[in-house]
């Protein structure tokens, strides 16, 4: 295999004695949608900021296609950025918003019109073209910004909270829309955004980021379903995170014991008995009954429903366990009515699999 | 009876009061004194008074309005000669503004945010002493012996000044067009600086970072972005600097010289050296006719370009 498309080395930004990014490495493939994934304050535009040259790094060293891209000026990087709330320029019209990238280029005139219709047309905004940027709704602000940076065919598309300043159900569909067009274009693109439905759904792999670190890298399903640590547990989806202390540890089970209930799961650990660990359980992968499950030694504790929140596709049930901790689990609604529904104040017990488990150390 | 008190009322309130009131102030003390301006150019002297427009006698109503000085002003080579020059130094004095003017408004924008204040001070610091006295000091060092004299002249520059034909003699400053036009970009900078720094001071600097991120260099992305996004604070400094820079008087008088013949030197011996009224009112009205009516019409040009553009 041939060397990464885009590779950060060792990486650090210093805003005098404040690291925004430490000693950042991360190598991306050509063709991926790669998400930095963190909350405000993490890093991830700064980092992002880098990779465009509007910020310099302190240290480290930043290489497209194997070219060191220090001391080039932002504007002959191939690369370009899609900016947070879009950054339109508000005394050109739509095309002219487009065609400023080749333009600087020096192509022909014909060739300009050429890329800016073809633009045009990606994004499905033909008719649009004479319009100011004030006179557009937000979506099609957004596919005007995504048009202006991609005229300039770059090698590397950054997006920047992409799909921000859209509401929930414009977002959710301008995601798709989003990677399709990537996909066409066929551009490696680096994004940034704190939303992560948004990083799951659009992204082939998400570096989880905070305090200007990288705490995980990986596929979604892999930093959903195996996340490294706490921190990356908690930040990523809904999670009960229970304290205990490794009982048994065997090639294919352990016992965990913690305040609650003990903990049978169904492979080995790498760790000394007694160690602490951290359970971590996902509320879609726990089962809720009124009776005891068969087996309620291992992996079931019993509590009293505290709240309700409901979702429509399903609810969230908050179990007041005896040890005073709060227990989420997530109940799909898969029937319209039912009358033995549970409710506020019902005590409950909920049980889960061998397999539910992912066993934190860090 | 009650919906007219309400309606009374209603005028009477706040909202009314706030919008009303910038029509009165325009109406109190731009239009009816540019009426009064208007009536004397149009009237027949009676002795040191004017004559009735409007007189009723045996029965017939008759209106006088006596155009003669408008025709004088067409005929006159020397009005239409001033006139031109008028407009000429103050549209000089409009570009050196601006050329100085909007670097300055430029850096200030760009300054830190803790020194900002501290230079706007310093742009209307001059404003704290009398205007005469700092147009008087300028005829101080300009005129021989005087510092800014002595270093233009020994400099050389005063050679080249003459060869561009800003002064008569090569070694000569004051009362030259050089001298005028130094003194009315002196004194009309602020005028400038202000609104181009107001306008830079909020623009969106992403802006400029997209632009770069596009492929523009810093130079082409000041021309591209952030001059066509400053238009309305150089219109509006424009404004500012031309209209009293053509009808200016004081620095002509001051600083000018016997080729610097301005309108407003023109106007002031026909009040006040000819006595002749209704000459110095039409001298007035066509020099507000030929400054607001171009202007306004650009401006509605501008608003409908604009329209909409936040």
């Known amino acids: 295999m041939s060397a990464p498309f885009l590779q950060v080395q060792d990486v650090v930004k210093d805003y005098g004695g404040n690291l925004a990014v430490d000693h950042v490495s991360l190598d991306i493939n050509k063709g991926e949608i790669f998400a930095l994934l963190g909350s405000s304050g993490c890093g991830k535009s700064t980092l992002l900021r880098m990779l465009a040259g509007l910020e310099k790094p ?48 020096g192509l022909p005139k014909a060739e300009v019109g050429a890329r800016v219709e073809a633009m045009l047309k990606l994004v499905q905004l033909e008719e649009y073209a004479k319009r100011k940027p004030h006179q557009l709704s937000g979506g099609q602000q957004q596919r005007v910004a995504l048009a202006r940076s991609l005229a300039k065919q770059p090698q ?207 | 009876m009650t919906t007219m008190r309400q309606h009374l009322r209603s005028l009477l309130s706040g909202r009314a009061a706030v919008i009303g009131m910038p029509y009165l102030w325009l109406l109190v003390f731009f239009l009816l004194p540019f009426l009064i301006v208007a009536r004397i150019s149009v009237s027949e002297m009676q002795n040191v008074t004017f004559k009735d427009l409007i007189v009723f006698k045996d029965g017939l109503l008759q209106l006088t309005l006596k155009f003669s000085t408008y025709q004088f002003i067409g005929d006159d080579a020397l009005y239409i000669d001033t006139y031109l020059r008028s407009l000429k130094y103050a549209a000089v004095t409009t570009l050196f503004c601006l050329a100085i003017g909007y670097p300055f408004a430029y850096f200030m924008a760009r300054a830190k945010t803790t020194v900002q204040p501290a230079l706007l001070m310093l742009v209307m610091l001059p404003f704290w002493t009398s205007f005469l006295l700092r147009v008087y000091a300028w005829k101080g060092l300009l005129s021989e012996g005087g510092w800014v004299e002595q270093l233009i002249v020994g400099s050389g520059l005063g050679q080249l000044l003459f060869q561009a034909g800003l002064t008569e003699t090569a070694g000569r400053l004051m009362n030259t067009p050089f001298s005028l036009v130094l003194g009315m970009t002196y004194t009309y900078l602020p005028f400038m600086v202000l609104p181009l720094y107001a306008n830079l001071a909020k623009m969106d600097l992403r802006l400029l970072e997209a632009a770069t991120d596009l492929g523009a260099s810093a130079w082409v992305a000041f021309w591209t972005i952030t001059v066509p996004l400053s238009k309305a604070g150089i219109i509006a400094g424009s404004m500012l600097v031309f209209i009293p820079c053509v009808g200016e008087f004081v620095i002509p008088e001051l600083l000018g010289g016997p080729s610097t013949l301005m309108i407003g030197r023109v106007m002031w011996d026909e009040f006040f050296s000819n006595n002749d009224w209704p000459m110095a009112a039409s001298l007035a009205v066509v020099m507000v006719l030929l400054v607001i009516v171009p202007l306004a019409i650009f401006n509605k040009y501008q608003a409908e370009a604009q329209e909409g553009q936040k």
């Open chain 1, 156 to 362: 590397l598309l950054l997006l920047d909270e992409p799909l921000g300043a859209l509401d929930k159900k414009l977002r959710e569909e301008t995601q798709i829309e989003l990677v399709n067009i990537i996909e066409q274009v066929g551009v490696t693109c680096v994004m940034v955004t704190h939303d992560q439905e948004e990083a799951m759904t659009m992204a082939s792999r998400i570096a989880v980021m905070s305090e200007g670190r990288f705490l995980q890298v990986g596929a979604p399903a892999e930093i959903y379903e195996a996340p490294a640590s706490r921190f990356v547990a908690d930040f990523i989806g809904n999670v009960n995170l229970m304290d205990g202390r490794l009982d048994v540890d065997e090639t294919d089970h352990c016992i965990i014991g913690s305040a609650d209930c003990r903990h049978y799961v169904g492979h080995g650990i790498t760790g000394t008995q007694g160690m602490r660990v951290t359970v971590a359980l996902r509320p879609e992968k726990i089962h809720l009954s009124r009776s005891a499950p068969a087996e309620s030694d291992f992996n079931a504790v019993e509590g009293t429903i505290k709240e309700m929140s409901y979702f429509g596709s399903f609810t969230v049930y908050q179990l007041k366990l005896d040890s005073g901790a709060l227990f989420k689990v997530s109940q799909a609604n898969t029937q319209r009515q039912r009358d033995d529904a549970l409710t506020w104040g019902d005590r409950a017990w909920a049980h889960w699999s061998r397999s539910a488990h992912v066993v934190l150390t860090a």
């Open chain 1, 58 to 105: 302190t240290s480290g060293r930043i290489l497209l296609d194997g070219r060191d891209l220090a001391g080039m000026p932002p504007y002959q990087r191939p690369m370009n950025m899609m900016f947070q709330s879009y950054a339109l320029f508000p005394h050109l019209t739509v095309w002219d918003n487009i065609a400023f990238g080749p333009r600087r280029e």
